[in-house]
């Protein structure tokens, strides 16, 4: 059984950083896209920063293009992270971790729909 777990939500002022982590358990090994989302309420759900596994690639989503930094470490499939630096009031959103199923990806896709595996999401907070 798949479980994604997310960690490092909260509260910060708009200029600050945070680092959001993705525990995963049950992923097999195999290329997949690693990724986090984000949503507002009466929103839609966005793709923020996606990670392409076995060659490293990253996607960002412009509005987040050279503040976040999403990452790998450790054993393959097993804990993703978000790094976010220079944080504004709209970046305040509930963000979870996604992942695919394995196979032949040669790119990520930002389309929610596309990912099997979702973490609960952990609440972040930007305050102006």
């Known amino acids: 059984q798949v479980q994604l777990v997310e960690s490092g939500g909260g509260s910060v002022q708009a200029g600050g950083s945070l680092k959001l982590s993705c525990t995963a358990s049950?992923?097999?090994?195999?290329?997949?896209?690693l990724a986090w989302f984000r949503q507002v309420p009466g929103k839609a759900r966005e793709g923020v920063a996606l990670?392409?596994?076995?060659?490293?690639?990253?996607?960002y989503a412009d509005s987040v293009k050279g503040r976040f930094t999403i990452s790998q470490e450790g054993a393959e499939n097993t804990l993703w992270l978000l790094q976010m630096n220079s944080l504004k009031p709209e970046d305040t959103a509930m963000y979870s971790c996604?992942?695919?199923?394995?196979?032949?990806?040669?790119?990520?896709?930002?389309?929610?729909?596309?990912?099997?595996?979702w973490g609960r999401g952990t609440q972040v907070t930007v305050s102006s």
């Open positions: 049950g992923l097999t090994s195999g290329n997949r896209c």
């Open positions: 996604a992942a695919t199923s394995s196979g032949g990806w040669t790119n990520c896709p930002f389309t929610s729909d596309l990912y099997n595996y």
């Open positions: 990670i392409r596994t076995g060659v490293g690639r990253t996607y």
